[in-house]
C-alpha cells in the first residue's frame, strides 16, 4: 500500500477550482460538454459553482441533519463572461470558510466521514472531475496529479455505498447469492482496493495494511494508472480503453460500472 503523506484537501480545491476558472475565461460557454449531455460548458461551469456554494453553506452552519432544501443564493452573473469570475469567487469564499472552520468538526454528510472534512474532500474531486469535463469539451489535454487521482479513487470507492439517495442504482450492487470480490489497482502508485458484494449490500474490505491489501481472491480485476482509474469510476471513460486492463468475471465488471455511476 502506498504511503504517502495526506493530501492537503483545501489547498487542492483551491489550485484545481483556479485551474478552472482560467480554463473557461473567454470560452465559448454555448459549446456542448460530451461527458455531460444536455450540457453547454456554461451549464457545467454554473453546476461547479453551485456545488461550491453549497457545500460553503452546508459547513458555515455545520448541518446536523440532511437539509430538506438544496437552494442557495448562487448570486450568478448577469452576463456570460462573468461566469469565470463567478467560479472563482465562489471557490474563494469556500476557501475562507474552510479555513476558519475545524476539519475534525461533527456535522452531516451523505457520506462515510461525518465531518466537515468529507465537505472538503467532495469538493475537490467534483471540482477536479468537472474541470477534466472543460478541457475535453475545448479539446484540451488533461493531466492528474497521480497522488491526487489515487485519493479520489479511494474518495468514491469509500462513499459510492452511502449514495443510494441521489443515485439509486448504486443499490443494485450486491450479489445474488456467494459474496463476490472486485479488485481496483493503480499501477503507478502501489495501490489497491477490494469490493466485496454481499447479497445485502457492498463496501470495500478493510485490511491492516489499508483497503484491498489481504490477499483475498478476487472475481475480476480492473487495473490502470491512477488518473485513469479515477476517469474510469466517475464515467469519463471506457473500460476498454487501451489504458485500463480487466479481467475474471464479465457479468460482474458489467453489473458495477451499469450502477455504480453518479
Not at 6 to 16: F, K, Q, S, T
Not at 234 to 247: F, L, N
Amino acid at each position: 500500500m502506498n504511503t504517502a503523506e495526506p493530501l492537503d484537501h483545501r489547498a487542492a480545491v483551491a489550485a484545481e477550482s483556479a485551474r478552472f476558472a482560467g480554463l473557461v475565461k473567454g470560452a465559448d460557454l454555448t459549446l456542448a460538454v460530451p461527458a455531460c449531455p444536455g450540457w453547454t460548458l456554461v451549464d457545467l461551469v454554473r453546476h461547479t459553482g453551485g456545488v461550491h456554494r453549497m457545500f460553503t453553506a452546508l459547513v458555515r452552519a455545520r448541518v446536523q441533519e440532511r437539509p430538506t432544501s438544496r437552494d442557495v443564493d448562487l448570486r450568478l452573473p448577469e452576463r456570460e463572461d462573468g461566469y469565470a469570475d463567478w467560479l472563482a469567487a465562489g471557490a474563494a469564499e469556500a476557501d475562507q470558510t474552510f479555513a476558519s472552520t475545524d476539519p475534525d468538526a461533527p456535522m452531516w454528510v451523505w457520506g462515510a466521514d461525518g465531518h466537515v472534512r468529507f465537505w472538503v474532500r467532495r469538493m475537490l474531486f467534483e471540482t477536479l472531475v468537472h474541470r477534466v469535463d472543460a478541457e475535453r469539451t475545448l479539446g484540451l489535454a488533461s493531466e492528474i496529479d497521480p497522488g491526487l487521482a489515487r485519493d479520489g479513487v479511494d474518495e468514491f470507492l469509500v462513499n459510492l455505498p452511502y449514495a443510494t439517495f441521489f443515485a439509486p442504482r448504486v443499490a443494485e450492487l450486491r450479489s445474488a447469492g456467494a459474496v463476490q470480490h472486485i479488485r481496483f489497482t493503480s499501477t503507478d502508485t502501489d495501490d489497491d482496493w477490494l469490493v466485496q458484494l454481499r447479497p445485502d449490500g457492498f463496501g470495500l474490505v478493510e485490511s491492516q495494511d489499508g483497503p484491498g491489501q489481504d490477499g483475498t481472491p478476487a472475481d475480476a480485476t480492473i487495473r490502470a494508472r491512477a488518473a485513469d482509474l479515477l476517469l474510469l469510476v466517475y464515467g469519463r471513460s471506457d473500460r476498454s480503453a487501451g489504458e485500463v486492463r480487466t479481467g475474471g468475471d464479465e457479468e460482474l465488471l458489467q453489473r458495477w460500472f451499469t450502477n455504480s455511476a453518479f
